[in-house]
């Protein structure tokens, strides 16, 4: 949601009627995973995606014929569907994309909850008994709605919505009404974007701090040197804080959706850091230096009472080895490396 949520504003501000088009099932080879979401108009415009290209066209149609109807639909995509193959999803991949009108009060709300870096899960009748399909609720953990699904569902769909949020994704659920009736409700996370923690206003950091922000990362720096860590050097960044590594992190929540790049290569704003991020849940914690600089490092933090499976947790040399030497080719290394580790892979 975050990347279409500024189009979608611009759009409604203008008087036009939104339809939003969600990943809810994948199979196979699919070129966009569930939770992905595409926006238009019916004077087309888009925002987002739904697949690599493939299916949009038919969506775009499906979603213009779901304002003018004010009814949901629930497309189906594969390369055994003859409206899939010819608009070319031959890549041996199947998607359910769900498509409703965007009601402007649900939206403010959605609009809030991700503009204030809140967690929340709209949770969708995608299937079921025809007077309930496409109605929906904004979940924000542990009972806050906004809207209702009725029939009994209300209850289960903040139970569903909490547990989505903690797992961190979205997922198609079967739920039963109080009359009986089975339906299936797609609960979709809208999560905080993952924030970029860069210990050190250095060059890298400059060239980092923007690759991330491209890929939606909220990005911190924190360096008490005032000739490096300057709104001169960081106009762009979300938050820079001129303090001490002890001060700094009190302004910064660090959670399992954090990561860390420890860039300064000065043991005085380093090994601070580190012991404080060591001992927290964010999901990387990387560090600037040649494997000797790392070997001393370890051998500091270790006299200083860091267990060894504390420092277990760092990567150190800092990011992949892709051969490059340049502020700019180490920055692409680091975030390279805290991708695949969000992502599960092996570094």
């Known amino acids: 949601m975050q990347e ?7 759009w409604m501000r203008a008087g036009e009627s939104v339809a939003l088009a969600t990943v809810i099932n994948t199979w196979g080879s699919a070129p966009r995973g569930v939770g992905a979401k595409m926006a238009l108009t019916p004077g087309g415009k888009i925002s987002g995606s739904v697949s690599g290209g493939c299916v949009e066209g038919a969506v775009f149609e499906a979603g213009v ?8 639909e629930l497309l189906h995509f594969g390369v055994a569907d003859e409206t899939a193959f ?14 409703r009108p965007l009601q402007t009060d ?7 909850r991700v503009r204030g870096g ?24 542990p009972d806050q709605m906004v809207g209702a699904l009725g029939a009994g569902l209300d209850a289960s769909a903040c139970q569903l919505a909490t547990e989505a949020i903690q797992a961190g994704r979205s997922t198609s659920v079967s739920a039963t009404t109080k009359s009986g009736d089975r339906v299936t409700l797609f609960v979709d996370a809208l999560l905080p974007p993952p924030v970029l923690v860069m210990v050190g206003g250095v060059h890298i950091a400059i060239a980092l701090s923007a690759m991330a922000k491209v890929l939606g990362y909220r990005t911190v720096v924190i360096d008490p040197r005032r000739a490096f860590g300057n709104p001169e050097r960081f106009p762009h960044v979300d938050q820079l804080i001129q303090e001490w590594p002890e001060q700094a992190f009190r302004q910064v929540p660090l959670t399992a959706n954090t990561c860390v790049a420890m860039l300064t290569h ?28 790392h070997e001393k490092r370890l051998r500091r933090l270790m006299d200083d009472g860091v267990p060894v499976e504390k420092l277990n947790r760092l990567h150190a040399p800092i990011g992949l080895d892709l051969g490059g030497r340049t502020p ?14 969000r992502n599960g892979r092996r570094v």
């Open 4 to 10: 279409i949520i500024t189009d979608i504003e611009r």
């Open 65 to 72: 014929a779901a304002i003018r109807q004010q009814r949901p």
């Open 86 to 99: 010819s608009v070319g999803l031959a890549c041996g991949g199947h998607i359910d994309v769900f498509v």
């Open 106 to 112: 649900l939206f403010a709300a959605i609009e809030e």
């Open 118 to 141: 809140h967690a929340a899960a709209i949770v969708t009748v995608i299937e079921g008994p025809l007077e309930l399909l496409g109605r929906e609720t904004l979940v924000t953990p």
């Open 266 to 293: 000065d043991p005085k704003i380093d090994d601070p850091a580190l012991k404080i991020v060591l001992e927290s849940p964010v999901f990387y914690i990387g560090a600037l230096g040649s494997r000797k600089t």
């Open 328 to 341: 700019e080719e180490t920055a692409l290394a680091i975030l390279a490396e805290i991708v695949a580790v």
